[in-house]
């Protein structure tokens, strides 16, 4: 079994950046492609971006390409996501997610509990 837990959520201001982190453990060899979701207060959880295991193919949704990061140490079984510039519709819980695919898709086994990121206006 895998766990994933994420963290650096919280209240921010709008402008400001922030940097999550996701920390798995247990059977991490299963773990191959991660990702970011995000679930806005009464909206649907969505794709915001995923990373190959090796880091070398990154996907993003549409709203995410040139405000976000992904990245991941691998060392560390960490991925972490720089959200840059925040504004409130970026206020949602962000969750990590992790597939036994290398590549995005929509079969995630894994999912962490997710970190509330709440922004200020």
């Known amino acids: 079994h895998v766990q994933l837990v994420e963290s650096g959520g919280g209240l921010v201001q709008t402008g400001n950046s922030l940097r999550l982190s996701c920390a798995a453990s247990g059977r991490t060899n299963d773990i191959y492609y991660m990702a970011w979701f995000r679930q806005a207060p009464g909206k649907e959880r969505v794709f915001v971006a995923g990373i190959s295991r090796g880091g070398g193919n990154t996907d993003y949704d549409a709203s995410a390409r040139g405000r976000c990061t992904i990245s991941r140490d691998n060392a560390k079984n960490t991925v972490y996501l720089q959200i840059y510039s925040l504004n409130p519709e970026d206020t949602a819980v962000y969750y990590c997610?992790?597939?036994?695919?290398?590549?995005?898709?929509?079969?995630?086994?894994?999912w962490g509990q997710g970190t509330q990121v709440t922004v200020s206006s």
């Open positions: 997610a992790a597939s036994r695919r290398n590549y995005y898709s929509t079969d995630y086994k894994y």
